[in-house]
């Protein structure tokens, strides 16, 4: 154990995807005024991209803590991005908390102490149960949630509704297991909404550093994050003359039959030309494989956030995605390249019986508020049969 690992630093940030990673290495650049959070700034190499890693000019400020899923690509991802983080002069601990009956409770024993001693909390996923979980543990008088994309949306939303935390796309499932389950969660995720009101009642500070299109409610602050620090690190892109399609794991979580999917893939490759497919990070194999073979497409498994991917390049022209966050994200973070972002409709016929009608009514509003996105058809879904 280091000695920075037995001082509580100040800021402690938790997150649990590629992304949410991302997005606090691009909170704690804007807090920092454009140079890194408790370091000094790194200086660029001969030839472009970054140079060798930042000088601490006092010990971090920031700790951020990796709890990584099980999936192999996530992990592949967060390890990545931990080293940038580490590149930056941040601390990055990973701290496993899956994969067994006392996995949870081991970490949560691990982090006890940090949790309750940090002045400020930086969260990537306020849906997430685990992290719910650590909050009950929270002393800090500030709170920061960061992009987990769109579901960002739905997070200040339903805090300005006062209703309990539930992803968009799990609203209304799960039957009665589901529901006992939530039941006996219930006290949780409770005190994690009282955890994210501010005010003089409980002498907290909210702020959400988002790309996303939302609107503070009460004393909650916004802040916008326009990938700063991704467009100082990295690019500009050199540009292909073809079309990338971006997938989604919009089939993954049940919401988009798999049959209407491949057609709509299918046919947007035709339509726009598209050579490249980025894959989402929890989109199966056999999946990819079938869209492969039926489409031609290459597949490209990135193996960091899209935003980064595209800002190093090279890149089409176009890029065109289903309602997801990168249609908020890629216009920031591509400013100023001439790559064109755009967002194609899910189509109603695409979507799965058991999809519930919050999915539906989020995939228009994800699209409907893509402000910096040409906005394309729904390709039509084909009769059944």
């Given at each position: 154990?280091?000695?920075?690992?037995?001082?509580?630093?100040?800021?402690?940030?938790?997150?649990?995807?590629?992304?949410?990673?991302?997005?606090?290495?691009?909170?704690?650049?804007?807090?920092?005024?454009?140079?890194l959070?408790?370091?000094?700034?790194?200086?660029?190499?001969?030839?472009?991209?970054?140079?060798?890693?930042a000088?601490?000019?006092?010990?971090?400020?920031?700790?951020?803590?990796?709890?990584?899923?099980?999936?192999?690509?996530?992990?592949?991802?967060?390890?990545?991005?931990?080293?940038?983080?580490?590149?930056?002069?941040?601390?990055?601990?990973?701290?496993?908390?899956?994969?067994?009956?006392?996995?949870?409770?081991?970490?949560?024993?691990?982090?006890?102490?940090?949790?309750?001693?940090?002045?400020?909390?930086?969260?990537?996923?306020?849906?997430?149960?685990?992290?719910?979980?650590?909050?009950?543990?929270?002393?800090?008088?500030?709170?920061?949630?960061?992009?987990?994309?769109?579901?960002?949306?739905?997070?200040?939303?339903?805090?300005?509704?006062?209703?309990?935390?539930?992803?968009?796309?799990r609203?209304?499932?799960?039957?009665?297991?589901?529901?006992?389950?939530?039941?006996?969660?219930?006290?949780?995720?409770?005190?994690?909404?009282?955890?994210?009101?501010?005010?003089?009642?409980?002498?907290?500070r909210?702020?959400?550093?988002?790309?996303?299109?939302?609107?503070a409610h009460?004393?909650?602050?916004?802040?916008?994050?326009?990938?700063?620090?991704?467009?100082?690190?990295?690019?500009?892109?050199?540009?292909?003359?073809?079309?990338?399609?971006?997938?989604?794991?919009?089939?993954?979580?049940?919401?988009?039959?798999?049959?209407?999917?491949?057609?709509?893939?299918?046919?947007?490759?035709?339509?726009?030309?598209?050579?490249?497919?980025?894959?989402?990070?929890?989109?199966?194999?056999?999946?990819l494989?079938?869209?492969?073979?039926?489409?031609?497409?290459?597949?490209?498994r990135?193996?960091?956030?899209?935003?980064?991917?595209?800002?190093?390049?090279?890149?089409?022209?176009?890029?065109?995605?289903?309602?997801?966050?990168?249609?908020?994200?890629?216009?920031?973070?591509?400013?100023?390249?001439?790559?064109?972002?755009?967002?194609?409709?899910?189509?109603?016929?695409?979507l799965?019986?058991?999809?519930?009608?919050?999915?539906?009514?989020?995939?228009?509003?994800?699209?409907?508020?893509?402000?910096?996105?040409?906005?394309?058809p729904?390709?039509a879904?084909?009769?059944?049969?």
């Open positions: 154990m280091t000695p920075s690992d037995t001082t509580p630093p100040p800021t402690l940030a938790f997150v649990e995807s590629p992304v949410q990673l991302l997005n606090v290495l691009e909170w704690a650049y804007a807090q920092g005024g454009g140079r959070l408790g370091t000094v700034p790194r200086q660029p190499a001969r030839g472009g991209g970054t140079g060798p890693a000088v601490a000019a006092e010990p971090s400020a920031l700790r951020i803590v990796v709890l990584p899923p099980t999936d192999p690509m996530s992990r592949g991802q967060l390890r990545r991005m931990a080293g940038l983080a580490r590149d930056e002069g941040h601390e990055v601990r990973w701290q496993e908390a899956r994969g067994g009956r006392l996995a949870p409770l081991k970490a949560l024993a691990a982090l006890a102490r940090d949790v309750r001693s940090a002045r400020r909390v930086v969260i990537g996923d306020p849906f997430s149960r685990y992290v719910q979980l650590l909050l009950t543990l929270v002393r800090a008088e500030e709170l920061v949630v960061v992009d987990d994309g769109t579901a960002t949306m739905e997070f200040v939303a339903q805090t300005a509704r006062g209703e309990r935390l539930v992803r968009w796309h609203a209304g499932g799960g039957g009665l297991p589901g529901r006992l389950r939530e039941l006996a969660y219930a006290p949780v995720s409770a005190t994690a909404r009282r955890r994210f009101t501010p005010g003089p009642a409980t002498g907290r909210v702020e959400v550093f988002t790309s996303m299109p939302v609107t009460g004393t909650m602050t916004v802040r916008l994050n326009d990938f700063a620090w991704t467009r100082a690190r990295f690019g500009p892109p050199r540009l292909t003359k073809g079309t990338d399609l971006v997938g989604t794991s919009l089939v993954e979580t049940g919401v988009v039959d798999p049959d209407r999917y491949l057609d709509a893939v299918r046919a947007l490759a035709l339509e726009h030309g598209a050579t490249r497919y980025f894959a989402h990070r929890r989109e199966s194999p056999e999946k494989r079938a869209l492969s073979e039926a489409t031609g497409l290459e597949i490209v990135p193996d960091l956030p899209l935003e980064l991917i595209a800002r190093r390049g090279p890149v089409g022209r176009t890029i065109v995605s289903f309602p997801s966050t990168v249609v908020h994200t890629l216009p920031y973070a591509l400013i100023g390249t001439g790559v064109r972002v755009a967002v194609c409709d899910v189509d109603p016929g695409w799965t019986p058991s999809a519930s009608d919050r999915a539906r009514g989020f995939l228009a509003g994800v699209t409907d508020t893509a402000r910096d996105a040409h906005r394309l729904a390709q879904a084909p009769a059944a049969g």
